[in-house]
């Protein structure tokens, strides 16, 4: 199994930009497909960004695509999500979360899952 920890969340003015870490340990992030999800106060978790285990090909939800780029730096063991021009709506807890098959956009089709880290966009 790998553990997930997120860093780097906080609090940012709209426009501005947060770059999210997750460091893995236990197992090399090169074993599994990994992807970014966030939570509003009030709504189910949803799907943001992944990017797959072999191919290293990416894939983002319409909410954040042009805006927001997910990258793994596998000598580091760290999966990264670079966010630009944020805005107030992007206000979530964001997780990281690692697995070994499935829909890349499916919360189920995920094995394992950081604590998440706040995310506070101001206007």
């Known amino acids: 199994q790998v553990q997930l920890v997120e860093s780097g969340g906080g609090l940012v003015q709209a426009g501005g930009s947060l770059r999210l870490s997750c460091a893995a340990s236990?197992?090399?992030?090169?074993?599994?497909?990994m992807g970014w999800f966030r939570q509003a106060p009030g709504k189910e978790r949803e799907f943001l960004a992944a990017?797959?285990?072999?191919?290293?090909?990416?894939s983002y939800a319409d909410s954040v695509k042009g805006r927001f780029t997910i990258s793994r730096d596998n000598a580091k063991n760290t999966v990264y999500l670079q966010m630009n021009s944020l805005k107030p709506e992007d206000t979530a807890v964001y997780y990281c979360?690692?697995?070994?098959?499935?829909?890349?956009?499916?919360?189920?089709?995920?094995?394992?899952w950081g604590q998440g880290t706040q995310v506070t966009v101001s206007s």
């Open positions: 979360a690692a697995r070994y098959s499935g829909s890349i956009y499916a919360r189920g089709s995920y094995d394992y």
């Open positions: 236990g197992r090399t992030i090169s074993s599994y497909g």
């Open positions: 990017i797959t285990r072999i191919a290293g090909s990416t």
